[in-house]
Structures are given as structure tokens and as C-alpha cells.
């Protein structure tokens, strides 16, 4: 039950004992104020690294053709490399159940237009599977099918300015759209997180593209994501294979870097995380140095507490307080005052992120933040700390003989 006269004893000697309880919350304050900034900032690294992969899928591989710098097999250096429909069937084929998703792409640059306004845009000639390369969220309407590639069907998917741009009265699903002067249905309106240039795309099936835009069975670029089951190297071994695969398929020098590149997201993805994890490792250390410094300072602090009151526990005693009573009091102090001091440090340091948050961006820390939990958790760590450190010596000293304890010096 709520013990007024207890509470109004606990506060008298917060109020009594200024000195002694803003040594003990400024300890614990400090402790939690650093824990928190440190955090945060290494939270903030994450952000930015994140960001950087938030328009791609992580397990993404790029495969790009160009023109051969060296001689191989009789072949003259210079030699354009032109991936075909049957490039993009082999490595779907060859490397199928390595292969999550798998899309080729064909870029073109189209000037738009409905009613009365038009715009230039860059166009991708993609197969359904592209949708999920580029985490593409669907506004409105569909995506590209396997039926649209099959019909090569008059079908675009815009992106959601695209419909700004162009569709100033209206929606734009289910009307046509112009492009270089033939007409389009758009089947659906995207979204996508990686911004503006790629909410300004327009994409079509990539067989309507062939057919239309030059009737041949030419591809610019394969995109695939390897199987998400795959660890790091097993991930870059497949597209060293791949690599090779396609450098005999197309006879390339072993060691011509232009003709045929491949470009696996798992090499980036693998330094980016083994960055973060030693930053994390790091940031763990010294935020739990930091709490370890403040479990030190307020359990040095409550054993100063106990042997400063030992005589006023001997005089409570004396008049009849039993030992638990002498010891909740002295814990729900250390307690209160360790929370209420924690608290403190976390508004303070949640504070100091936020102010200095936009000059952080500079030093690419996007968004510092920490999550309550945690925070919470090391703050009832050090509660737990002080209640310990105060417990065991209140514990001694209240079972010490009143006529003892007001001799005690």
C-alpha cells in the first residue's frame, strides 16, 4: 500500500542531502545522456547506409555488354558485344535455381504526351520480374504481365510524377498515353522509394519494345537476384561464374573488364555490413563502458550513502524500525532518484539528437535516433547496479546494534 509518511521521509532526505542525491543522478544522468548519443549516431550510419540500398533489392546482380579490349580467338579488339532475347533465356536456364527473379532491360528516350501537355521521360522495356529488382510499389492498377509480353501488348506502367506531370484534370489509369507518337494504355500508376528520377520513369513490356522500336530480339541489360539462401561468398562466386560463363559464351578474353561486366550488390552489401557490425561493436563497447563507469560511480556513491547514515539508522532503530523498513527506505531512495535521473538523461540526450540532427546529415548520419528500450533497459540496469550496491551495505548496517551504530564515526 502507499506509505504517505514513508515518501515524505524519502523526499525530506533527498531535500536534506542535495549534495550527495545530484552526485548520485548526475552520475546516472551522464551515463544514459552519452549511451543515448552514441546510439543514436551509430543508428544514424545505419540509416545512411540503408538509404543507399533502398531502390535496389540487396541481392541484386547487373550484368551490362560493352565492346572487347583485347583480341581472343581470332576476334579483333572493339568487338561490340549485343545481348539477345537467347542471352537472357541461357541465364535463366543455365543458372535457374540460383536465380530469384530475372529481367532484361531496354532504354529509350520518349517525349510524352496527353491532351495538351507533354514532357520527355526515359522509358525501361522490362519483363513482370523487374517490378521486384527495384522494389517498385504499385499506386494504382497493375504491373507488366507475362500476357503483355506474350501479345505485346500497347501497355505502359508510369510513375506516380509521370500522372503529375501529365494528368493535370484527371487520372491517369485506363487512359492513353503518347509516346513518340503512338498511343499506350497505362495499366498502372508506381511508386518508388528511391525518389523523384525514378517516380519520372515509364515502363512497357520489353517485347513491345523490340517489336516497335526496331523489330529485332535485342536486350541492353540482364538484371537478376541471386537466391536469398545464399551467404555472401557463395553470392560472389555465382557471379564470378557467371562472368566467366558469359565471357566464353560470347568469346571474351578471361581478362577483358569491359566487354562483359557484372556487378554483384553482395560486394557492397558485404562491406557495408561489416562496417556497420564493427561500428556497432564498437559503439557496444564504449556505450557499455559508459554504463559500467556509471554502475561503478552510483555503487561507490550508495556505500558512501550507507556508512554516512549509519548513525541515523542506528537512531531509528533505537526507536523501533525494523531492519526492513531501515533498508526499503534507503533502496526506494537510490531507486527514485536513479530513475528520475535516468529519465532525465534520455530527454537530454533524445534532445541533443534532434538539434543537432540536420547538420549530421553533412557528415552522412541520417535521422541518429535510438529506440525507448533500449534506453529504458540500460536505465534500469543501473537501477538494478544501485539498488544491489545499496542493498548489500543497508543490509549490514541495519543489523548493526543501535548502541554500535550511534558510536560509529
Excluded: C
Amino acid at each position: 500500500m502507499f506509505d504517505l509518511d514513508l515518501w515524505r521521509e524519502i523526499f525530506q532526505s533527498i531535500n536534506k542531502n542535495r549534495t550527495r542525491s545530484l552526485l548520485s543522478g548526475f552520475t546516472v544522468a551522464f551515463a544514459i545522456l552519452l549511451f543515448t548519443i552514441l546510439f543514436g549516431i551509430a543508428n544514424g550510419l545505419k540509416n545512411t547506409f540503408a538509404e543507399a540500398f533502398v531502390d535496389d533489392a540487396n541481392n541484386s546482380i547487373f550484368i551490362h555488354s560493352g565492346r572487347t579490349t583485347k583480341a581472343h580467338k581470332g576476334l579483333q579488339a572493339g568487338r561490340r558485344i549485343q545481348f539477345k532475347n537467347e542471352d537472357f533465356s541461357y541465364v535463366k536456364d543455365e543458372f535457374g535455381n540460383k536465380v530469384e527473379f530475372i529481367t532484361a532491360r531496354i532504354y529509350r528516350n520518349v517525349q510524352a504526351s496527353f491532351r495538351n501537355e507533354q514532357n520527355n521521360y526515359s522509358l525501361r522495356a522490362v519483363h513482370p520480374d523487374h517490378q521486384f529488382l527495384e522494389k517498385t510499389k504499385i499506386k494504382e492498377g497493375r504491373y507488366i504481365n507475362q500476357s503483355d509480353l506474350h501479345n505485346r501488348t500497347k501497355v505502359v506502367v508510369i510513375g506516380r510524377l509521370v500522372e503529375e506531370d501529365l494528368f493535370l484534370k484527371t487520372t491517369a489509369l485506363g487512359k492513353y498515353i503518347n509516346l513518340n507518337g503512338i498511343q499506350y494504355k497505362v495499366v498502372g500508376v508506381f511508386t518508388d522509394d528511391g525518389g523523384d528520377n525514378e517516380e519520372r520513369l515509364i515502363y512497357m513490356p520489353v517485347t513491345t519494345a523490340q517489336h516497335l522500336y526496331g523489330n529485332n530480339d535485342y536486350i541492353d541489360q540482364i538484371n537478376l537476384t541471386y537466391n536469398p539462401k545464399m551467404g555472401y561468398d557463395e553470392a560472389l562466386a555465382f557471379s564470378t561464374l557467371l562472368t566467366r560463363k558469359l565471357k566464353d559464351r560470347f568469346s571474351v578474353a578471361s581478362s577483358d573488364q569491359r566487354a562483359v561486366r557484372v556487378r554483384n550488390m553482395a560486394e557492397g552489401t558485404k562491406q557495408v555490413d561489416a562496417l556497420t557490425g564493427g561500428l556497432t561493436v564498437i559503439i557496444l563497447v564504449i556505450g557499455f563502458g559508459t554504463l559500467i563507469a556509471g554502475i561503478v560511480g552510483i555503487s561507490n556513491i550508495m556505500i558512501f550513502i550507507v556508512k554516512e547514515r549509519t548513525k541515523e539508522i542506528g537512531i531509528r532503530k533505537a526507536l523501533g524500525a525494523s531492519p526492513r523498513s531501515i533498508v526499503s527506505i534507503i533502496l526506494i531512495e537510490s531507486i527514485l532518484i536513479t530513475a528520475m535521473a535516468g529519465y532525465l538523461g534520455l530527454v537530454i540526450g533524445v534532445g541533443v539528437l534532434e538539434l543537432v540532427k540536420p547538420y549530421l546529415v553533412d557528415y552522412f548520419i541520417k535521422d541518429p535516433g535510438v529506440s525507448n528500450s533500449l534506453v529504458i533497459g540500460a536505465t534500469i540496469t543501473l537501477i538494478t547496479a544501485g539498488a544491489i550496491a545499496g542493498y548489500l551495505p543497508a543490509k549490514k548496517a541495519s543489523k548493526i546494534k543501535p548502541i554500535v551504530a550511534l558510536r560509529d564515526d
